[in-house]
């Protein structure tokens, strides 16, 4: 989660300027040069081991080897893919606007009066923060599901107070 948030205690701030701004990614736990690494090893550890089947005429069991691999790639592309899917939380005076941008590319944006927003937590005494979602009236927009729990505790805390600041 990046989050970046000034303080709405200064009324000198234009109605446009922004009081909390937050783009919120999944976390990934391998970068680009992490698959890379873990892709070659088990490259390395793939031909090693089909190599002597081979050799000895068993070569079907040489391409179940390719083909685990193979699987192994796409879902490592897969999941490199849908790494780029963001949120974007951007609140000033007198809008707040909730922007997702699917792994696609394909964005939606919700635009709200921060005056008529409430911030609902969806909280478990055993796992914290389950879903965070900002209603106005009957519309409900879901925030922050990629976050983990404690993420999206911090978030709720962060945003809530900017958001009680802005309706000053």
Known sequence: MT???D???DRSLPPESILFSATLHAHRSLGRLGTWLVLGFIGIVSITLALPFVILGAWPIGGFFGLDFAILYLCFRINNARAR???EVVLRRIELLIRKVSWRGERTEQRFNP???RLRAEEDADFGVLRLAVVQRAEEIE???ALA???RADFARAFGRALADARR
């Open 3 to 5: 989050a970046v948030s």
């Open 7 to 9: 303080s709405a205690a």
């Open 85 to 87: 899917a963001y949120e």
């Open 115 to 117: 005056f008529w927003v």
């Open 143 to 145: 925030i922050g599901a």
């Open 149 to 151: 729990p404690h993420e």
